[in-house]
């Protein structure tokens, strides 16, 4: 669970989404340019998310889908897994 908690793209994510809050503390209005961070923050968090998923699911055997980029990798993953 450790290497998910800590990959580099949720701790980006994360990291964002600090600095988003800490602009909404400082008392500033809300603009399109906010609301675009903060989208941009949400894409982020699910690409990140969704890596997540992919990994953990080549890990189990399954394939992924041909847009990720583990995809063609599985059985790398399948191989760490089986190898602890």
């Known amino acids: 669970m450790r290497k998910y908690l800590f990959g580099t793209g949720i701790i980006g994510a994360v990291m ?11 008392g ?5 340019r906010a ?5 941009s923050w949400a894409i982020t968090l699910a ?12 890990g189990t055997g399954h394939l992924a889908p041909a847009d990720s980029p583990v995809a063609g990798h599985e059985k ?4 760490r897994r089986l190898e602890r």
């Open 16 to 26: 964002g989404g600090m600095t988003l809050l800490r602009g909404l503390r400082d």
């Open 28 to 32: 500033e209005r809300f603009t399109w």
């Open 35 to 39: 609301g675009l961070g903060w989208l």
């Open 47 to 58: 690409l990140a998310v969704g890596s997540i998923i992919d990994v953990r699911r080549a």
């Open 76 to 79: 790398k993953y399948l191989k």
